[in-house]
C-alpha cells in the first residue's frame, strides 16, 4: 500500500514551490507568493498541485518569514536587559563600518531601541563566580516598565553568562512572573560562547522573531489541520536541517536564511544519491547523484540570487551570519552570498546617468511589467522577453502570461534615459545582472583561494537556467547542470534535509595544557543534551545520530575554524591528532599553513541527527517526437535564430546544439551558439561549453 505524501514547500519573495513525492509518483507546484499572508501561498501551492491535504504525511516548508522580518523591521517590540555598563553594545558592535569610503554611510539602527535596552546591576566573573548579586528589584522594575509599553518579548544577555547562566535563568523567572505569557531568550542558553555582542545579538534576534515565527507556523498548521492533515510539519532552518515547529517556535532565529539553505543542500545531493534532489541543500544532492565534487549553487528567484559552494560534495558551513549589518546570529548556517538580483529586480539609472540593476525588485506584486499585474518598471524578466529567451506565449506558472508589448515599453522607458536602442537596453539589463552575480561568485570562490573554472555551476530558481550559460561565459565555468525542474528545486531540496540540532560551548585552552578528562566531561554533556532534544522532537534513539567537531585557532587568533571528528571519543594522542587535523584543514581553507605556531582550543561542538528517507525520483523521458519552432534571439553578437523547444520532450540521450530555448512550465534554460546540452539518465541538462 503506497503512504502518503512527501512534501517540500519553499516560499520565497515571489514564488511558493512545491515538489511532492509519493512512491514513485511526483507533483510540482509553482504559484506566486502571498507577502500579506505567506500561509495562504502554501495551500495555493498544495491546491494547484491536486492533493488532498488529509493524504500529506508530511511537509518540509522553507520560509522567508524570518528573514523578512528582519530586512522589513516588523519583528516584535523588544526589551533587552543587560549587564550595567553594557547597554550599549548593540550600537558600538564592532566598530566597523558596512561601507568604509561613504563617509555619510549609517548603520542600520538596533532591534531594540536605546529606551527598551535596560541595565542590570550584578556581575560574574570570567570563571562563572558571583562578583555581584543579581538585583531582582531592578529585574522587575524593568519588566514592569517595559510592560506598560506594550512590550511582551525579553532579551536577557548578562556577562559571563555561557560560563553560568544562574543570573540569566533569575532574571528570566522573575520577568515570567511578572508579565504572564511573555516570550523571554536568554543568551547563555542559546550560545555557550564568551564574545558579549555576538551572545546578545543572538538573543536578541531571536525575541525579536518569536512572535512573528511563532504566530506564522501556528496560523500555517492551524489552518492545515483544519484541512485535514494529520501529519507533521517541519521547517527548514539555516543550517540545513529540519525543526519541529515547536524547536522552530523556540529558536526562531535559527530560519533567517529558511528558504536558501534548501537549494544548496539539493545541490549537495547533485554532487551521492540516485535520485534528482531540490536549493543549496537541492544543487548538493543533485552534485552527489551526479559524482560532482566541486559545486556552484546558484539559486535565481524572483527577487534575488544565493549563491553557495559545494567542495567535497558538501555545503561549506558557518557558524555566524548576518541578516543585515551589524546584527550577527550564532548559528551554524550554509554559507551563502545573498544579492539582489532576480527576475524581478528593476533596472534603473543614477544622479550620474549610470544604469544599475537591483537591489529594488517588482517582487510577486505587482511583479514585472509584462506580468500585466501593474508593474511598469523594466525588470530582468522584461529584458530577456524582449531579447527573446523567454517565449510569450508559453504560460508561466501560477497561471502567468508574459506580454512582449508591455516589457518592450518598460525597457523603451528604461532605454530613453540612457540614450539607446531597446535592443542594446535589453542586453544591457542582462549583462548588468550578470556582471553582478558574477561579482559575488568570486567572492566565495577567488578570494578564497578557489578557481570557478574548476566548479560546475548548478542553476536553478525560476530565472537560473535563463542566466545560466552567459554566466558561466563571464566566469570561464565549462560545465553546468540544470536540474529536472529547476524551478521547484528548492522546494525538493526541503525534502532531502535531515532533522538537525546544534550545540557548542566554549573551552578555551591551548591545546598541549588541555585535559582530556575536561574534554570528554563536555562532549558527553552536549551529547545527552542533544539526545533529549531530539527525543523532544519525536525521533526514536535508535534513529539518533550524533556529529562531532571542535573548534581551533593559533595562539592569538579570534577566529577558529570547526574541524568535524570521526567520534565523540577523545583519543590519548588527542593533541597530536587534532593539531594535525587543525593543520590539514587551515592548508585546505587558505592554502598556506604554519606548523611552527602554537594551536589552541576555543568550543567543542555536537550536533544531533535524524536522517531523513529521500525520496527516488524516476526519469523515463519522453517517446513523443521533439518539435521545434524558430524565433529570432539578440545577443551581443547579433540576432540569432534560435530553436524553441518542450523540455519535456527530450528523453535520455537527447542531443542539442544552441542557440536553443528549452521551455517548461517552471523555468526557461537559454543555450546560446557556443553550447551544447544533454539530457543525463536523470534528466538533469548536461550543458558544456563547445570546442
Known amino acids: 500500500m503506497q503512504g502518503g505524501w512527501q512534501v517540500g514547500i519553499d516560499t520565497g519573495g515571489t514564488f511558493t514551490d512545491l515538489v511532492a513525492v509519493r512512491g514513485d509518483e511526483q507533483r510540482i507546484a509553482k504559484v506566486p507568493s502571498t507577502p500579506a499572508a505567506f500561509d495562504q501561498g502554501v495551500l495555493d501551492s498544495i491546491t494547484a498541485a491536486g492533493i488532498e491535504v488529509p493524504d500529506i504525511e508530511m511537509i518540509a516548508h522553507g520560509t522567508t518569514v524570518a528573514t523578512n522580518a528582519v530586512i522589513t523591521q516588523r519583528g516584535a517590540a523588544t526589551a533587552l536587559l543587560t549587564t550595567r555598563g553594557f547597554r550599549d553594545v548593540l550600537e558600538l558592535r564592532r566598530h566597523n563600518r558596512g561601507d568604509p569610503y561613504d563617509i555619510q554611510w549609517d548603520p542600520p539602527p538596533p532591534l531594540v531601541t536605546r529606551r527598551n535596552r535596560f541595565e542590570i546591576t550584578e556581575r560574574l566573573d570570567y570563571a562563572g563566580d558571583v562578583v555581584i548579586p543579581l538585583d531582582a528589584e531592578q529585574v522587575r522594575a524593568a519588566a514592569r516598565l517595559a510592560a506598560r509599553r506594550g512590550i511582551g518579548t525579553f532579551a536577557i544577555a548578562f556577562l559571563h553568562s555561557y560560563v553560568n547562566p544562574v543570573h540569566e535563568d533569575e532574571a528570566a523567572e522573575i520577568v515570567r512572573s511578572e508579565v504572564p505569557g511573555a516570550f523571554v531568550s536568554t543568551s547563555g542558553s542559546l550560545l555557550r560562547e564568551p564574545p558579549e555582542f555576538e551572545r546578545t545579538s543572538t538573543a536578541v534576534l531571536n525575541a525579536y522573531l518569536a512572535p512573528v515565527v511563532s504566530d506564522y507556523l501556528t496560523a500555517l ?91 567535497g560534495g558538501r555545503a561549506d558551513i558557518v557558524h555566524e551570519f548576518s541578516p543585515r549589518f551589524g546584527q550577527p546570529a550564532r548559528f551554524p548556517a550554509i554559507d551563502l552570498v545573498t544579492i539582489g538580483a532576480g527576475g524581478g529586480s528593476i533596472a534603473w539609472v543614477d544622479a550620474g546617468h549610470l544604469p544599475h540593476v537591483g537591489p529594488q525588485s517588482a517582487g510577486a506584486d505587482p511583479g514585472p511589467a509584462a506580468y500585466l499585474l501593474g508593474g511598469t518598471d523594466a525588470t530582468v524578466t522584461d529584458a530577456n522577453l524582449v531579447a527573446g529567451r523567454l517565449v510569450a506565449d508559453v504560460g508561466l506558472a501560477g497561471g502567468i502570461s508574459l506580454d512582449t508589448d508591455a516589457a518592450h515599453r518598460a525597457v523603451e522607458s528604461f532605454a530613453d534615459q540612457l540614450g539607446l536602442s531597446v535592443a542594446d537596453a535589453a542586453l544591457g539589463i542582462i549583462d548588468i545582472t550578470n556582471n553582478n552575480m558574477a561579482r559575488s561568485i568570486r567572492v566565495v570562490t577567488v578570494e578564497r583561494g578557489l578557481d570557478p573554472r574548476n566548479f560546475t555551476l548548478v542553476p536553478f530558481g525560476g530565472a537560473g537556467p535563463l542566466m545560466a550559460a552567459e554566466l558561466a561565459d563571464v566566469l570561464g565555468i565549462r560545465r553546468i547542470v540544470v536540474p529536472l525542474a529547476p524551478g521547484v528545486t528548492s522546494g525538493l531540496g526541503c525534502l532531502y534535509v535531515d532533522i538537525t540540532h546544534d550545540i557548542g560551548e566554549a573551552l578555551i585552552s591551548e591545546l598541549t595544557d588541555a585535559d582530556r578528562a575536561r574534554l570528554q566531561e563536555v562532549f558527553d554533556r552536549l551529547a545527552a543534551t542533544m539526545r533529549q532534544r531530539l527525543t523532544d522532537d519525536g525521533v526514536a534513539a535508535e534513529r ?90 539578440l545577443t551581443r553578437d547579433g540576432e540569432v535564430t534560435a530553436r524553441v523547444a518542450e523540455r519535456g520532450r527530450l528523453h535520455v540521450g537527447s542531443r542539442l546544439s544552441g542557440p536553443l530555448v528549452l521551455t517548461q512550465e517552471d523555468s526557461t534554460t537559454w543555450v546560446p551558439p557556443h553550447w551544447e546540452v544533454e539530457v543525463d539518465k536523470l534528466g538533469n541538462l548536461q550543458m558544456a561549453r563547445s570546442e
Not at 587558505?590 to 567543542?604: M, N
Open 544 to 633: 539518533q545520530r550524533l556529529e562531532y567537531s571542535i573548534d581551533l585557532r593559533y595562539l592569538g587568533q579570534v577566529r577558529a575554524l570547526t574541524v568535524e571528528l570521526e567520534t565523540g571519543t577523545v583519543p590519548e594522542r588527542f593533541t597530536e591528532e587534532y593539531r594535525e587535523m587543525f593543520f590539514e584543514e587551515y592548508e585546505r581553507q587558505f592554502h598556506s599553513v604554519a606548523v611552527d605556531i602554537g594551536v589552541e582550543i576555543s568550543a567543542l561542538r555536537v550536533r544531533g541527527v535524524r536522517r531523513s528517507e529521500r525520496p527516488h525520483i524516476p526519469f523515463s523521458g519522453s517517446t513523443a517526437p521533439l518539435h521545434t519552432v524558430e524565433r529570432p534571439v
Open 221 to 311: 498548521e492551524s489552518r492545515l489541520r483544519e484541512a485535514g492533515f494529520v501529519g507533521r510539519l517541519y521547517v527548514m532552518h539555516s543550517g540545513g536541517g529540519l525543526l519541529t515547529v515547536e524547536s522552530a517556535s523556540r529558536f526562531p532565529a535559527r530560519l533567517l536564511t529558511s528558504g536558501p539553505a534548501a537549494g544548496a543542500k539539493a545541490a549537495e545531493g547533485v554532487a551521492a544519491s540516485t535520485g534528482v534532489a531540490g536549493g543549496v541543500v537541492a544543487a548538493g544532492v543533485l552534485a552527489s547523484s551526479e559524482g560532482l565534487e566541486e559545486v556552484i549553487s546558484l539559486d535565481i528567484g524572483g527577487t534575488s540570487a544565493d549563491i553557495a559552494v559545494v567542495q
